[in-house]
């Protein structure tokens, strides 16, 4: 089974991409919603990280700590929901950043009860 990758946006909603298209799937998505750059070297991965955007590579995932005023960016609800329900679609590394990320910007309780069936 493949695993998920892409970009998972505020709402829970998954852009995907290829292994190797990260790059010029954040400038398309940047785009599309017609984000504003800050800098002039903004990546447009970059800009998507501190809008509160999850990146999901098949080695990886993860996000900005900080947006651009310096507030901590926590998992939203809709997010966890999307790690939750899609749980077993993700590989052992990937399983092991969303722990991570969980335990200091999501919900982790929660995460496990539904690991239990709670």
Not at 22 to 30: F, N, P, Q, T
Not at 51 to 70: F, L
Not at 93 to 118: M, T, V
Request: proline share 2%; net charge neutral.
């Amino acid at each position: 089974m493949a695993s998920i990758i892409g970009f998972l946006n505020k709402d829970g909603v998954l852009f995907p991409c290829s292994s190797y298209g990260h790059i010029s799937r954040a400038d398309e998505i940047v785009e599309t919603f017609n984000m504003r750059k800050k800098g002039q070297y903004a990546l447009g991965e970059d800009i998507l990280l501190k809008n509160g955007w999850i990146c999901i590579r098949i080695t990886d995932v993860y996000k900005s700590i900080y947006d651009d005023e310096k507030n901590i960016l926590f998992i939203t609800p809709k997010q966890q929901e999307f790690f939750e329900k899609h749980k077993a679609d993700f590989n052992e590394r990937q399983l092991a950043h969303i722990e991570s990320l969980l335990k200091d910007f999501g919900i982790l309780y929660k995460y496990h009860q539904r690991e239990k069936g709670e």
